[in-house]
């Protein structure tokens, strides 16, 4: 397919922060086809841990600058911060900002979560056909803001992805009346190679005791609250590990706070955020997700793929991804249930060796290429519609 055929493809997103949703962006950059799209990404900050991970092929324009680029000066950089936030109010109340910027017509242009929805359906460019992108639990508390603004967008674009299929039941289930365009559940692709590599890349240094490991956005629906409860009962009940958070956010100072209260601070450990976290994650003894609310994370994933033994929040996609008391253990988000779980897999050996057994072929569920696949076809009978 010459460059004249390529069908010209517009991701919008906030910034390249470590998260779920930016690495299904990363994943979608690196593996669509170079030979039929012509992509770029169009970001609102040019910011965050993964913003120089954009493939070279990928053009990448961003509206304003991140805070890497601000100045270390404390008055200077509010004065930055103010104007980026002036800058970005504008460009949200005119499309044509960012159709300047761009210097293009797009054939399909892409929201690959929510926070997108608005940019994508207001574009500039009435031509383009749009896909609105949807990871997340309708009916999560903190979400109910936005629900009527989602809702009134849904039916706006020409198609839509669901990061799982519980995330389309649920919708549906909650709202039976609602126009959802054509639609299909494609969940996130998962490098099994190069995160095994990731994985090797280094040995890092545990506790000599039970270690648990957990990778998330310190968010307050993820849960560290309730888990750190049920650490230091376990500790105060004679059970000693050890727990290595990887992620930032803003519930670390929160988070910091209860540690110091609970007297945890040497056991409840954060790392921040890290480009690689994987070398944690296959070292470690375990791997929980205390989530109160998820899609399809691809952290399952990943800790699935390298072997780990799983507490999971039976929440969003997960239970799509583990088998309860075969591949994993699933949970309620309840702290009692995390006590009751972590204890489990601290005191009954026998058990956790026969998950660890049960994932010898766990590589086989997850389908790449298939994943690949159903989006090209999606942006291509879209282009051509």
């Given amino acids: 397919m010459s460059d004249q055929k390529k069908i010209k493809v517009l991701f919008r997103h906030r910034s390249m922060e470590m998260g779920g949703v930016e690495k299904v962006v990363l994943s979608m950059l690196n ?3 170079r030979e039929k799209f012509e992509i770029t990404l169009c970001l609102n900050l040019n910011q965050g841990e993964l913003r120089d991970e954009i493939p070279s ?8 600058k991140g805070r890497e680029d601000f100045s270390a000066i404390s008055i200077l950089q509010k004065i930055q911060l103010a104007t980026r936030k002036i800058k970005l ?5 005119n499309p044509h900002i960012s159709h300047r910027l761009l210097q293009d ?9 929510y926070a997108a929805f608005s940019s994508v359906l207001h574009s500039a460019n009435k031509n383009s056909k749009k896909i609105g992108w949807f990871h997340s639990d309708i009916t999560l508390p903190k979400l109910q803001p936005l629900v009527p603004t989602i809702l009134k967008q849904i039916p706006q674009f020409d198609y839509f992805i669901f990061g799982s299929q519980q995330t389309k039941d649920i919708l549906i289930k909650t709202y ?3 126009k959802i365009p054509e639609n299909q559940v494609i969940v996130n692709a998962i490098p099994i190679e190069e995160l095994k590599e990731k994985a090797d890349a280094f040995i890092p240094q545990l506790p000599e005791k039970p270690v648990f490991v957990s990778v998330a956005r310190l968010h307050s629906r993820k849960g560290f609250h309730k888990l750190m409860e049920a650490h230091a009962k376990l500790l105060a009940d004679g059970f000693d590990h050890h727990i290595i958070v990887i992620g930032d956010g803003d519930e670390k100072e929160n988070l910091r706070k209860q540690a110091q209260e609970l007297r945890v601070s040497d056991s409840f450990q954060f790392l921040g955020s890290l480009l690689n976290p994987y070398p944690y994650v296959k070292n470690a003894d375990f791997f929980i997700l205390p989530s109160e609310s998820e899609s399809w994370p691809l952290i399952i994933a990943d800790a699935l793929i390298l072997q780990k033994p799983i507490i999971s929040t039976n929440v969003g996609g997960i239970p799509e991804m583990i088998l309860h008391n075969k591949t994993g253990y699933l949970i309620n988000y309840e702290t009692s249930e995390m006590y009751d779980a972590m204890r489990k897999f601290l005191s009954e050996p026998k058990f956790v060796q026969q998950l660890q057994e049960n994932l010898n072929d766990i590589e086989k569920q997850f389908d790449n290429r298939k994943i690949f696949d159903a989006v090209e076809n999606i942006i291509i009978n879209l282009a051509r519609s």
């Fill in 105 to 113: 017509l797009y054939d399909v242009e892409i929201a690959p979560t």
């Fill in 89 to 93: 109010q504008r460009a949200h109340k």
């Fill in 31 to 33: 593996h669509l086809s």
């Fill in 57 to 64: 092929h990928v053009r990448k324009v961003a509206l304003t």
């Fill in 176 to 178: 039976p009346d609602l």
